[in-house]
C-alpha cells in the first residue's frame, strides 16, 4: 500500500522546520515519515526554496510538454517521408507516376491531372454546334 503523498511545498516546509534548529526525529514524527523519507527529500531538494520548487516543477512541466510536441513532430516527418518514399516508386499509388505496366503518366502539364480520353467534350474554338 503507497503511503500519504506530500506535496513539494509540504516536503520543503518540513526541511525547513529541521533546519530551524528542530529534532529531524520529532519533524518526521509530527508528519508521520521515516528518518530515510526525510533524507531523500533533502538530497532531492537541498536547500531549494518553496518559490524555487515551484518554479522547478513548472519548467519540469513545460519541458514534459516541449517533448511531446518534439516527438509528435519527428512522428509526422517520419510518415511524410515514408508516403514520399511510396509515391515516388514506379507503380506506386495513383495519379503520382506511370503505371508498372508502364501506362503513360496521369498528370499532365504543371501537375494538373490529364483529363482521361473522352471524358469531356467541350467545343473548341470557332467549332460546335450554332
Known amino acids: 500500500m503507497k503511503g500519504k503523498r506530500h ?70 516527418n517520419r510518415v511524410l517521408e515514408a508516403v514520399c518514399e511510396k509515391s515516388s516508386e514506379p507503380g506506386g499509388p495513383p495519379g503520382t507516376r506511370a503505371a508498372a505496366d508502364g501506362g503513360a503518366d496521369l498528370l499532365g502539364e504543371n501537375g494538373v491531372p490529364a483529363p482521361e480520353a473522352g471524358a469531356l467534350n467541350l467545343p473548341v474554338s470557332g467549332e460546335g454546334p450554332q
Open 7 to 76: 506535496t513539494t511545498e509540504e516536503k520543503i516546509r518540513a526541511l525547513r522546520e529541521a533546519d530551524g534548529g528542530r529534532p529531524i526525529r520529532e519533524v518526521c514524527q509530527e508528519r508521520n515519515i521515516s528518518e530515510a523519507t526525510y533524507h531523500r527529500w533533502r538530497k532531492q531538494f537541498g536547500l531549494m526554496e518553496v518559490d524555487e520548487a515551484r518554479r522547478l516543477k513548472e519548467l519540469e512541466r513545460e519541458n514534459s510538454e516541449l517533448k511531446k510536441m518534439l516527438a509528435e513532430s519527428l512522428l509526422k
